[in-house]
């Protein structure tokens, strides 16, 4: 059949992520759509807010496809811009406002940014990284306008209304930077062809509805909180509550005063909740779903946040930024007969364990996680050669080591490059890490390894302990050692009071990997 597309046709039938706004203004024009703070924008405000901020863009002369980067804490201009960069067929490029200017650089270098949307209180660290970068001509701050930038609120507020740009399912609205293993960040460019599919995927597998109050406390910047759930949430028509972070205090507060049904974090931001004084006066009784994600739960705290959170449905997320980011789900049902298990594929998503060679392995056999899926990225932004390895065989190579039990279920071993090989022996660290969480006295820990003389790594384990709690460095040796394998024990326990994280709540295994580099050395 001979193609009968127009641009007509291709514009009736468009679905992209900036033309959300809009039809739920459609459906829920008075409903709450952002509240930060004092400021609540109804949907109708929401999308009127969305329109004047993309006829800012492109008057501003930002043209489609060139990038807007942006460095800020939560807020709602976050939300706004996100849209509508996406209206205007401009690239987001969001930023961890925890990195240095040189950082900052990198991704301005890298990206090409056009544009530079940055918080006010963190313009010093974003003028330093254009010093480093090169100019770049649009620079607006959210908030109070030092010299050299123009106040956001002035695109918020433009008189204006964004003309019709031509934004195709496969064009680029966004570049994600990975924040994994390797010394250089990675620019993910994902369409709105991508980030639909997606939502859908959350929606039927989270049983996410119009009908959910949201608390949005993990950094914007990062997929999982941007559109595992904000993003969500603008195309159901849900309520978002904002917040600048995942202080225990006031995310307990925030829940009970907005009765909030739906919450996600990453397992230590969970143990910060459980471990508040707050957390026993708390009125919860409106969190009806609990998400989790960045890493996998501890058994111990998974009954632990069952027993205090008993009418809390919990799912634990499992993907990457590449893949827009779910990949597989674990649903309320098997969180207990199934824990520490990732779960099956996403709805959208065809997950298998494949070899170096990229033939699939059989059950029970560890490989590397691939998948295949309309979520995932268009590839690397300039990294031909990243990108084809990614996509080596016609699959996308997460990177994650992990295998598939009998029934389809997804259980994650490692990264490749933080499997501990000790004495010619292959160690998880999450194995040991969950025998350790077993302990008592164990409020949190991570395991990784070191250099040995000997056995060339050694497993290290670095605990924090609850408060008010007491356990030696060989104690906690001889309770993993009564529950593993002598190779997989720890031959190092260094107790600390508190563990390194990036505003996601992962914690920084590089960073304690460095400081403890020496530490056979100074054992021996």
């Not at 930002?62 to 509508?84: I, M, P, T």
């Not at 910047?221 to 603008?234: R, S, T």
């Not at 230590?268 to 996998?296: H, M, Q």
Request: with cysteine; aromatic share 8%; net charge negative.
């Amino acid at each position: 059949m001979p193609d009968q597309q127009t641009p007509e046709i291709a514009l009736a039938r468009r679905h992209s992520l900036g033309d959300l706004p809009r039809r739920s203004a459609q459906r829920f024009p008075d409903k709450p759509a952002i509240i930060d703070g004092d400021t609540t924008l109804t949907f109708a405000q929401f999308e009127a807010t969305v329109d004047r901020t993309a006829a800012a863009i492109v008057a501003a002369g930002l043209a489609k496809g060139e990038r807007l980067a942006l460095l800020s804490h939560n807020c709602w201009q976050y939300a706004v811009l996100d849209f509508a960069a996406a209206r205007a067929g401009v690239v987001l490029v969001p930023i961890n406002f925890m990195l240095t200017a040189s950082e900052i650089a990198f991704i301005l270098q890298h990206s090409g940014a056009a544009g530079f949307v940055v918080e006010d209180a963190l313009v010093p660290t974003a003028e330093k990284a254009i010093a480093e970068a090169g100019p770049v001509g649009v620079r607006m701050a959210i908030g109070t306008a030092p010299d050299g930038w123009s106040a956001l609120s002035q695109w918020t507020s433009h008189d204006g209304v964004c003309p019709q740009i031509e934004v195709a399912d496969d064009d680029p609205v966004r570049m994600m930077f990975t924040s994994g293993t390797e010394s250089r960040p990675k620019g993910a460019l994902l369409s709105s062809r991508s980030l639909m599919w997606h939502y859908v995927s959350c929606v039927v597998g989270g049983e996410m509805s119009a009908d959910d109050i949201e608390l949005h406390t993990l950094p914007l910047y990062h997929c999982a909180q941007l559109d595992c759930f904000l993003g969500v949430d603008v195309y159901l028509g849900a309520t978002s509550i904002i917040l600048p972070a995942p202080e225990p205090a006031a995310v307990l507060a925030a829940i009970e005063k907005y009765g909030v049904t739906k919450y996600f974090a990453p397992p230590t931001v969970w143990i910060g909740l459980l471990r508040s004084p707050a957390f026993n006066s708390a009125d919860l009784s409106t969190l009806a779903k609990g998400y989790y994600g960045a890493s996998p739960m501890p058994v111990a705290i998974l009954q632990e946040m069952q027993e205090r959170l008993p009418t809390t449905r919990l799912w634990n997320f499992y993907g990457q930024t590449e893949i827009a980011p779910l990949g597989t789900l674990l649903g309320p049902e098997d969180q207990v007969s199934r824990a520490g298990s990732a779960g099956r594929p996403a709805l959208n998503v065809e997950t298998r364990i494949l070899d170096d060679d990229n033939n699939e392995v059989p059950s029970g056999e560890i490989g590397e996680i691939c998948h295949r899926t309309p979520h995932a990225t268009l590839g690397y932004y300039n990294q031909p050669e990243k990108t084809a390895a990614a996509f080596s065989g016609g699959w996308f190579h997460s990177g994650d080591l992990g295998y598939v039990d009998a029934d389809g279920y997804l259980y994650v071993v490692d990264r490749k490059k933080d499997m501990i090989k000790t004495g010619g022996e292959n160690v998880a660290t999450r194995e040991v890490e969950e025998a350790i969480y077993t302990h008592p006295a164990v409020a949190e820990v991570a395991v990784f390894a070191v250099p040995h003389p000997r056995w060339v790594e050694a497993v290290t384990a670095v605990v924090v302990l609850k408060d008010g709690q007491q356990a030696t460095q060989d104690d906690l040796i001889a309770h993993a050692r009564g529950l593993l394998a002598g190779y997989k024990t720890p031959k190092y326990v260094v107790i600390t009071d508190a563990l390194p994280k990036n505003p996601s709540g992962k914690i920084l295994k590089r960073q304690l990997r460095q400081e403890l580099s020496t530490l056979a050395d100074s054992s021996a």
